[in-house]
């Protein structure tokens, strides 16, 4: 297409506007499929990115975080956490190893257990957090030396429970590009069909207007901008009024919700205007092609 | 302006006209007539490149058919008015914007023409009707209207489909005295119409030459009719 076809669409045609019919019940279907597919589109996308920041945040909140467990009666442990301590300190891959006091052990376990437990009363392991740096230690001879040189502890580096995680919200990630993708083709694949059927209803507006001297031009100018400004419309329609319904969503937009919410953040946005222009360019395209089609069949 | 040689057409079961010689000469005025399902449509489709001969030659202002693109067809149908039996309006515009439909696909804008519909409309009769859509007009209204939207680019050639089928014979005379107007003024025009009691009326008012369509071959009807 050139530049002025281009203007022209952009800016409007006084001649070749209203020259379609702006009513029916196909003219309607172009605005609301587009605003339907809309709507679907920015939830599968809302979704994915959700997925994508829920998958992100498991992987490197916990990705360098590990800690050592240690059992024992309990005059022995203070001796055994700061022979752990020296060991971890001396062993390469690991950045930094502290216990958690026994104010903050207590913390982790009034969930768990209620206020006013006698905590000396329990025979409660005592805890070291341990950062591991970026490559990590040799985790298995880490393991064998503290077996054997203190006695009740234990390694943990979590990636038993975050594995299976990770998997998940990879698989959901996966999911959501998928989703994306079939929504925004089913999006372009709807407003196109719409638009073809409109056309159909109006092969006799054409047929008129090629009898009294309409250069194909002109025509094609009048069927695109119209189902162009029509599926572009309903888009904006059905993208707005899915976000709206998802700021509303409970637990949106709290920092500690599940999945952060299912508003999209930063980058997210600049996905969210892709969403209308896709179903105008959808209907773009296939106008143009539906008219060119129709007018073939007339001389 | 329009001419046949040895033209013929088919919508492919059997030949509807065959034979055609015939050239419409500028500032002519043909009727065509003939039974119902003679052709006589089918004949205007040709004229306005609506349908292309299935043999023989054609020639509109001068140039082969054939070798008319869409372009050239465009270009060729602005040259051309045309009254369709069916009227075929677009029901969604009013009166006056359908009158100007030929002008407005030129992209003229409507400032240029206002006064040229005006004086239109009052010419057939219409001025009071112009904001009607067309589903709220008489077929006799409808069949005046068509006139106007075909005369309105100035063409050269006016194809009328019988333009007064739907009308009594006042009004039916009206319509043809608009014709002659026309055809003084040096338009080419051909009349399709069944009425011979029209076309007597026009014989005395204007040198019309009349054709006859009879088993798919186009005649020069006698004196007699
Ligand atoms: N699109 C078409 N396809 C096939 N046959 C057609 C088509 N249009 C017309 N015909 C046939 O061609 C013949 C001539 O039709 P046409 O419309 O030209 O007749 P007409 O002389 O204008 O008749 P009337 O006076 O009733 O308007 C008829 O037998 C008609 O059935
Ligand atoms: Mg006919």
Redesign the pocket.
Known sequence: MTRAEITRLVTGDREADGVVPATGFSALMVGFSSAAMAFLAVAAICLGLAAARLADRWSTEFAHAATVRISGPSAELDARVSAALELLEATPGIVSARALTEGEQRALLTPWLGEGIPFDALPVPRLIEVIESAAGPDRDSLRQRLAGEVPGAIYDDHSRWRRPLLRAAGGMQMLAVVAVTLVVLLMAVMVMLAARSSLAANQSVILTLRLIGAGDAFIMRAFVRRFTLRALAGGLAGTVLALIVLFALPGAGREDAFITGLTPTGWGWLMMPLVPFTAAFAAFWSTRWATRYALRQVL | MISFQKAGFS???GP?LEGIDLSLAPGSFHFLT??????????LKLCYLALRPSEGRMLAFGAPVEELDREGITRARRRIGIVH?DCQFLDHLTLVENVGLPLRVLGRPEESYVDDLADLLSWVGLEERGEALPPELSGGERQRAALARAVIGSPDLVLA??PTGNLDWEMGQRILRLLIELNRLGKTILV?T?DLNLIRAAKSQVEARVLR?SRGRILTAGAAL
Do not use: L, M, R, V
């Not at chain 2, 003939?34 to 004949?43: E, I, L, Q, V």
């Open positions: 919508y492919g079961i509807i003939g039974p119902s399902g003679s052709g006589k449509t089918t004949f039996q489909d019988e399709a069944h369509i």
